[in-house]
C-alpha cells in the first residue's frame, strides 16, 4: 500500500510540473529573434570630429535623437542601447524595409543652407519644424517653419542673397538649389523630391535633429519577414522529425524503457518550452538548433541511466534495486559530462553575441532542463513502472543473458 | 559484485585498446591531408570575419547571375560582386556577396533589384565593417581558449592532470578534423562556425569523461589487473551508451541538416563532422593515449 500511495505522489509531482511549464509557456510565449521574425540589428559607431570627442554627454545626444526618429519611422518595440564607449546597438523588430530604415537612423542629417560658394550660411538648429507636404502644384515638398531667432536669421539672408541661390544640404547631399525670389521669414519650403514617403524621411530627420556626430555603421544584419517564417516553420518540421526518429530509435533499442524514454523525451520538450517562456529567452535559428541538439543531450542522460540499470540487472539484481544504485551512479556521470558542456555554453555566451549567443543560451538551458528532467522525472517514471511486468523482465532494456 | 562481473567476462571483451596504432594512424592521417589543404587553401572565411556585405533576394521567375550583374553595373555599385543562386530557402535565390557597403549603396541595390524584377523581395542583408570582423575573429579564438583552458581545469578537479592531459589532445584532434575537412570542402565558414567548434568540444569532452568516469571506477574496482586492462574494460561496457547517444545526436543533426533549411546547413555540417570526429576520439583515441602515457611512465 505504501508503495502505491508513493507511486501517486510522483505522478502527481510530474503532472504538476508538467501542468506549470504548460501554464509558464501559454501565459508568456517564446520570444522570437529578429532572425526568425524579421527585422534588422545595427551597430552604429560614433566618429570623433575636430570640435568634438566621444563622451558620455554625445552618446547620450545621440541616443536621444536616434530613438526620436526611431519612434517617428513609427517602428514597433525598437531597442536602442549602448554598447562599449562609441557604440550603439538598435535593435528593429518586424520592420518592413529594413534597409531604408538603417539609411535614415544612421545618417547624420546636418541640414545646411550654403551660397554657391559653399560657405554655410545657416544650420539645421533654427529649424523648429518640417513636414512632408504638396505644394500647389501638387509636388511632393518638405514644408519648414523656422524658430524666431531662425526667422530673422534667415529674413536677413535671403535679403542679401535676392536673384542669387541658395543650396539646401542634408549632409553633403544637396536636396534643391533654388534661386531667393523674396525675402523669406517664418516659412520656407524644400522641393525637388520625387514621392512624398522620401519627403517624410527627410522631413524626420530634419524635424528631429542632426547627431552630434557623425555615426558609421559598422554592422547590419536584416532579416526580411518571408525569411524568418520561412525558418520558423522548416525548423519546427526539421525537429519533429528528428524527435521522431530518436524516439523510433530509442523504441527499438530499448524496448518498453525506450517508450518511456520517448514519453520523457516529450516531457523533457513541454519543461524546456515553459522554462525557456518564464526566463524569456530570446529563441534564434541557430538557438532553434541548440534546442534540438538538447534533445540529444536529454536522450543521453537516459542512456547512461539505462545503462547504468542494465550493468545493475545484469549483475542479478531485481528492478527496484538496480533502479536505485543505478540512478546514484548515473548522476555523477552526468553532472561531470554536463559540467563542460556549460561551461562551454556560457564562455560563448560571453564571448559572442546576436544570433550564436542566443544559441549558447538554449543549449545552457536546455542541458540544466535535460538534468533536472533526468533527475525528477526519469527517476520517477522508472519507479512508477518498477512494479510493472514490463520493466521486470530480463528482456527489457535489451539486456541479453550469456 | 562488480569485480566477479568485469572479471569473468575480462576474457572475451573486444580488445580495443591493444589496437590502438591503428586508431592513431587513422587519425593522424585524416588531420594530415587536412592540414595540408589548410595551409594550401586556408580557411574560406566569410564576412563575419573579413568583412563585407551579402545580400539575398527571394525570386519567382528565372533570373540569371548575368541579368543581376547589369543591374549592378548600371548603378555602378558592387560591379565585382560574387554572384550565386541559391537553394534551399524555399524559392529561387539570388546571393550577392561583395565588400563593406555604405548604407546608402545598400539600399541602392535593394530598390534596383526589386524595381528590376518584380517578383524579387529582400531575404537578409549582412553588412560587417573591418572593426567589427577583427573583433569577432578575436572573440572566436578568445572563446576558444577559454574553453580549453575551462576544460582542463575541470577536469584536473575532478580527475587527475593526465587525464586532462589527453582530453587536450582529443579536444585539438576533434577540432583539427572538422577545420581540415571543411578546408577541404572549401565551405564558408561564418561565427556560428566557431559556435559549433565550442558545442563539439562540449560534446567530446563530456563523451570522453563518461569513459574515464568508468576508467575512474574501474582503477579501483579492478585494482589487481595492469591499467590497460582496466581501461580496455571502461571502454567496452561504455561502448552502448558511446554509440547510442552518437547515433541519437547525429540523428537529430541530420533531421535539421535535411529539413532546417539552407541557412543552417553549414553550421550543422560542422556539428556533424564533428561529433563523429568527437565520438571517434572518446573511444579510439582518449583512451589509448591514458594507455600509452601510462606504459611511457611506467618504463
Redesign the interface.
Known amino acids: 500500500m505504501r508503495y502505491k500511495q508513493k507511486r501517486r505522489i510522483k505522478l502527481i509531482i510530474i503532472l504538476a510540473i508538467m501542468a506549470f511549464a504548460a501554464f509558464l509557456y501559454f501565459q508568456h510565449g517564446i520570444n522570437l529573434g529578429l ?1 526568425l521574425q524579421g527585422g534588422a540589428h545595427i ?1 552604429l ?1 560614433a566618429q570623433p570630429t575636430e570640435e568634438r570627442e566621444i563622451n558620455d554627454t554625445v552618446m547620450s545626444g545621440i541616443q536621444s535623437v536616434i530613438e526620436r526618429r526611431v519612434n517617428q519611422l513609427g517602428l514597433s518595440e525598437p531597442l536602442i542601447q549602448r554598447e562599449g564607449s562609441d557604440r550603439i546597438i538598435v535593435e528593429l523588430p518586424a520592420v518592413d ?4 530604415a ?2 535614415t537612423i ?1 545618417r547624420t542629417a546636418m541640414l545646411t543652407f550654403r551660397n554657391s560658394a559653399g560657405e554655410v550660411l545657416m544650420t539645421g538648429e533654427a529649424v523648429k519644424d518640417a513636414r512632408a507636404d504638396h505644394d500647389q502644384y501638387g509636388r511632393p515638398v518638405i514644408a519648414f517653419t523656422l524658430s524666431d531667432e531662425g526667422s530673422e536669421k534667415f529674413a536677413n539672408i535671403t535679403r542679401q542673397y535676392i536673384g542669387k541661390k541658395i543650396g539646401i544640404y542634408l549632409d553633403d547631399e544637396r536636396l534643391t538649389n533654388p534661386t531667393v525670389q523674396a525675402v523669406i521669414e517664418e516659412r520656407g519650403q524644400i522641393t525637388g523630391y520625387d514621392t512624398i514617403q522620401a519627403a517624410e524621411e527627410d522631413a524626420i530627420l530634419i524635424r528631429e535633429g542632426a547627431l552630434p556626430v557623425p555615426v ?9 519577414p ?2 524568418g517564417s ?2 520558423i516553420q ?2 519546427i ?3 519533429l ?3 521522431l ?2 524516439a523510433i ?2 523504441v527499438f ?1 530499448y524496448r518498453f524503457p525506450g517508450v518511456l524514454a520517448a514519453v520523457i523525451l516529450a516531457i523533457y520538450g513541454l519543461i524546456l518550452m515553459g522554462t525557456m517562456a518564464g526566463l524569456q529567452a530570446t529563441l534564434t ?2 538557438g ?2 541548440g534546442l ?2 538538447s ?3 536529454a ?2 542522460a537516459n ?2 541511466i539505462f ?1 547504468r540499470i542494465k ?1 545493475e540487472l ?2 542479478g539484481k531485481r528492478l527496484r534495486a538496480p533502479s536505485h544504485s543505478g540512478f546514484t551512479r548515473a548522476y ?2 552526468i553532472i ?6 556549460i ?3 556560457l ?2 555566451a ?3 553575441s546576436g ?2 549567443r542566443g ?2 543560451v538554449t ?1 545552457g538551458i536546455g542541458i540544466i532542463v535535460s538534468m533536472f528532467t533526468a533527475f525528477f522525472v526519469t527517476r520517477n517514471v522508472i519507479d512508477i513502472f518498477a512494479g510493472s511486468k514490463l520493466l521486470r523482465e530480463n528482456k527489457s532494456f535489451g539486456v541479453r543473458k550469456g | ?2 569485480i566477479n ?1 568485469s572479471g569473468s567476462e575480462r576474457g572475451n571483451k573486444v580488445d580495443i585498446l591493444g589496437k590502438r596504432k591503428i586508431w592513431y594512424t587513422v587519425s593522424i592521417v585524416i588531420i594530415a591531408i587536412g592540414l595540408l589543404f589548410l595551409l594550401i587553401n586556408g580557411l574560406n572565411l566569410g564576412i563575419d570575419f573579413n568583412g563585407g556585405t551579402l545580400m ?1 533576394f ?1 525570386v519567382e521567375d528565372d533570373i540569371t547571375t548575368e541579368e543581376v550583374r547589369a543591374v549592378l553595373e548600371r548603378i555602378e555599385i558592387a560591379e565585382d560582386s560574387k554572384i550565386q543562386h541559391s537553394e534551399g ?2 524559392e529561387n535565390g539570388i546571393i550577392i556577396r561583395t565588400k563593406t557597403l ?3 549603396e ?2 541602392a541595390i ?1 530598390n534596383a533589384i526589386k524595381a528590376e524584377f518584380n517578383s524579387a ?9 573591418p ?2 570582423g577583427r573583433e569577432l575573429r578575436i ?2 579564438l ?2 576558444l581558449i ?2 580549453s583552458i ?2 582542463v581545469a ?2 584536473s578537479f ?1 580527475f587527475e592532470f593526465r587525464f586532462a592531459a589527453v582530453s587536450i589532445i582529443t579536444l585539438m584532434h576533434d577540432i583539427l578534423i572538422t577545420l581540415g575537412i571543411f578546408a577541404i570542402l572549401g565551405r564558408e565558414v561564418n ?2 562556425f ?2 559549433a567548434l ?2 563539439i ?3 567530446s ?3 570522453t ?2 569513459i574515464f ?1 568508468r576508467i575512474r571506477e574501474n582503477m579501483k574496482l579492478m585494482h589487481k589487473v595492469p591499467f590497460v586492462e582496466q581501461a580496455n574494460t571502461a571502454v567496452v ?2 561502448l ?2 558511446s554509440i ?2 552518437s ?3 547525429l ?3 541530420l ?2 541538416y ?4 539552407a ?2 546547413q553549414t ?2 555540417l560542422a ?1 556533424f563532422i564533428g561529433m563523429f570526429a568527437g565520438t571517434y576520439s572518446s573511444i579510439f583515441v582518449a583512451s589509448p593515449l591514458l594507455v600509452t602515457w601510462q606504459k611511457k611512465i611506467s618504463k
Not at chain 1, 558609421?216 to 526580411?224: C, D, F, K, L, Q
Not at chain 2, 523581395?121 to 565593417?129: K, P, Q, S
Request: glycine share 8%.
Open positions: 532572425d551597430v559607431q524595409s529594413p534597409n531604408e538603417i539609411n544612421g558609421e555603421v559598422i554592422e547590419t544584419r536584416t532579416v526580411g518571408t525569411l520561412i525558418s522548416k525548423s518540421r526539421a525537429g522529425i528528428g524527435l526518429l530518436v530509435y530509442m533499442y535559428l541557430p532553434i538548433a534540438i541538439l534533445i540529444g543531450i536522450v543521453e542512456i547512461i545503462e550493468d545484469k549483475s555523477t556521470t561531470d559530462a554536463n559540467v563542460t558542456t561551461m562551454t555554453a564562455i560563448l560571453y564571448f559572442t544570433t550564436v544559441f549558447a543549449l | 559484485m562488480k562481473l539575398e527571394g530557402s524555399g555604405e548604407s546608402e545598400i539600399v535593394d523581395e529582400m531575404l537578409r542583408t549582412e553588412m560587417v565593417g572593426t567589427i572573440n572566436a578568445l572563446a577559454a574553453a575551462a576544460i575541470y577536469i575532478r561565427t556560428p566557431v559556435a565550442l558545442t568540444v562540449g560534446y569532452i563530456n563523451d569523461i563518461v568516469d561496457d561504455t552502448p551508451r547510442n547517444t547515433i541519437t545526436t540523428i537529430t543533426i533531421a535539421i535535411f529539413f532546417g533549411g541557412s543552417i553550421f550543422m556539428l
